[in-house]
């Protein structure tokens, strides 16, 4: 078995491709559009399967917001500077819940972002 996709139901699909693109430097890899359907997914990441998971951009036509619910927790990413990171997003506009630092009771240098549809995201220092 391997780990293809997550999918996250958004409300602005540009907002979205948006950041994750300018953001956190992943690419489009794969758009399509399904009017008959009412809906467009958007698949990004840094690589293509099977070389790694992408995110799944769910967009149904009409609908601009979901209830995240008590369910999810979060997405995480490795990054070599979480505080650069951190800097360069919100310089881009964008979201940071939690500044870098160590976790809880621990050493690892983690922080939080979230984007546009309030999903939120760790960023793990890895170097």
């Known amino acids: 078995m391997r780990?293809?996709?997550?999918?996250?139901?958004v409300g602005d699909l540009e907002a979205?491709?948006?950041f994750y693109t300018k953001m956190l430097g992943m690419k489009?890899?794969?758009?399509?559009?399904v009017p008959d359907g009412k809906y467009t997914?958007?698949?990004m990441g840094y690589a293509s399967n099977p070389e790694q998971a992408e995110i799944e951009l769910t967009y149904n036509y009409g609908t601009t917001s979901y209830e995240i619910g008590t369910a999810f927790g979060h997405l995480a990413l490795g990054v070599p500077d979480v505080a650069a990171t951190c800097a360069s997003i919100k310089a881009a506009g964008g979201k940071v819940t939690r500044e870098a630092g160590p976790v809880k009771f621990g050493t690892t240098?983690?922080?939080f972002v979230e984007d546009p549809d309030g999903y939120k995201i760790e960023?793990?220092?890895?170097?």
Not at 3 to 9: E, G, I
Not at 123 to 127: A, N
């Open 16 to 18: 979205s491709v948006g």
């Open 3 to 9: 780990f293809l996709h997550t999918m996250l139901r």
């Open 109 to 111: 240098i983690i922080a």
């Open 41 to 43: 997914l958007v698949f």
């Open 28 to 33: 489009e890899l794969r758009r399509n559009d």
């Open 123 to 127: 960023l793990i220092q890895r170097s």
